[in-house]
């Protein structure tokens, strides 16, 4: 069994790896942007694409398999709880790439639409 990329402390299938596949979904919005970054991590780009509200939502996603994510930090969160409908993830996720190392800091916007949790944009 292998550790989950999102550093929960679980394993893989016990955490993200039920909402890669389909069988659960996730049930707030920091469980969503974990689950999104473990997608990155192990190049789900299916997953990404289908996460991403239709309204902001790329055509495509063409990963850089160069870059290797390593950890995620969340440093906050407003609302997206089980009962909410919108709320907001800051975090950091670092990444190396061609041998150096450096991070992504975003502020996550995401609603909940029928019983989905979306990513929107990044604040």
Not at 32 to 55: F, N, V
């Amino acid at each position: 069994m292998h550790a989950c990329p999102c550093q929960s402390a679980e394993t893989y299938d016990d955490c993200c790896g039920p909402f890669h596949r389909g069988d659960a979904l996730a049930p707030t919005a920091e469980r969503l942007m974990r689950s999104r970054y473990s997608a990155y991590s192990i190049g789900d780009t299916s997953y990404l694409l289908k996460t991403w509200h239709p309204t902001t939502r790329p055509t495509s996603l063409d990963l850089d398999p160069d870059v290797s994510w390593f950890r995620l930090d969340i440093i906050s969160r407003t609302g997206g709880s089980m009962f909410d409908t919108a709320g907001t993830v800051e975090f950091r996720a670092h990444y190396r790439y061609n041998g150096e190392t450096d991070e992504q800091h975003e502020n996550s916007t995401f609603v909940r639409e029928n019983r989905s949790w979306l990513y929107v944009s990044a604040v």
